[in-house]
């Protein structure tokens, strides 16, 4: 394993309480939260995890524009919006 160093930071009690829930919502430590956090930053997401963040949203697009009962007009609406949610 690669030498670990250790990284001191200072946060206030409202920060630190944010960071424990999204940390605990996520079954991490703080410092694992942290750490996935500032790695993300700095490295972004794995292609593997741009799907998996992803495949939610598509299910539900997927599913209002295959409803019936949908209006042509909400649908064209939701396909220009994720057009150019995506760039494309």
Request: aromatic share 6%; charged share 30%.
């Amino acid at each position: 394993m690669a030498n670990i160093e250790r990284l001191f930071i200072r946060v206030s009690p409202e920060l630190k309480k944010e960071l424990q829930s999204s940390a605990d919502r996520e079954n991490l430590s703080i410092s694992e939260y942290v750490r996935k956090s500032i790695e993300k930053s700095i490295y972004g997401l794995s292609h593997e995890q741009q799907i998996q963040f992803a495949l939610p949203q598509n299910t539900l697009i997927n599913e209002l524009l295959a409803d019936p009962k949908l209006k042509p007009e909400s649908k064209k609406i939701i396909t220009e919006r994720m057009r150019n949610y995506v760039g494309y």
